[in-house]
C-alpha cells in the first residue's frame, strides 16, 4: 500500500483537496468556511516545493473557491470548481476551454426556490451548471419535505441531470463532471506521477474510486470509503499534510 514516504518520493506529485470539511471545517454559513493556519502552512509549502503541485477540488464555483480559500492571484495553487468543470491554472499551465450553460440552468433553479419557497432554512445556490438545495439549517420534518418535491420536480423535468449527494446538499447538474475527471485533468496538466487526494464525502468518493495503484487517498471523517488512509478531522488532515511537507522537504534536500 501507498504511503506517505512513496509520495515524498515520488518524482511529481499532485496534491489534490477537497476543501469543505477536509481542509476547512463544516460550518452553518459556507461564506464563512475557512481552512487553519496549519492546513494553510502545510499546503503553502507543498506547493513551494520543486515538482510539487497543490489543488483544491471543490464541488463550489469557482469564484467561491477562491474566496473561501482566500486566493492569492500570484498564487502557484490549481483549483478546480464545480466538481471539475471549472478548471483555474496558473500561467504556464494548459487549461481546457468551457462549456456554456444552457438556458434549462436558469429556468429550472428558479422553479425550483419557487416550488420550495415556503419551506424555512431550505435555500436553492445557483451553480453554473445547475443548483444545490441546502437544508443544513432545516428541520428534520423541512429536509424530508424538501428532498419529496426535488424528487418529483427530477423526474418531471431534470432528464439526464446528474445528481450528487452530499452533507446536507443535494445537487442536480446538467454536466457529467465529477472530481474523478478533475483529478484526471490535473494529473495530466502537471505530469504528475503520483497523486495524494483527500476529501469527505460523497462526491470525493468518485475520485477516490478512480484512483491509481501509485496514488494515495485519504477519507476525512466517517462513511463508507474506497481510500486506504482516514484521518478524523480536517485538524488530522493539516497534521497528514504537515507530515508529507516535512517528508518531501526532506527527501527534496537530501
Ligand atoms: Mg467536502
Redesign the pocket.
Known sequence: MVDLDDLAHTPVLLVAL?????LAPLVDVPSEARMGAQARQAIDRLAALPDTHVALVSGRMLADLKLVSEYDPESRLLLAGSHGAQLHLPSGYEAPPLAHPSPEVATFSDDLAEALSALDNVWVERKPYGFVVHTRLATEHGTTHAHAILDGFARDRLHGWRRRG??DVVEYSERAEGKDGAVHALRAAVGATAVLFA???ET?EDALRALQPTDLGVRVGGGSTAATLHVADAAEMADLLTRLADLRTRNQSS
Open positions: 477537497d476543501f469543505d470539511g477536509t452530499g452533507h476529501g469527505d464525502d470525493d
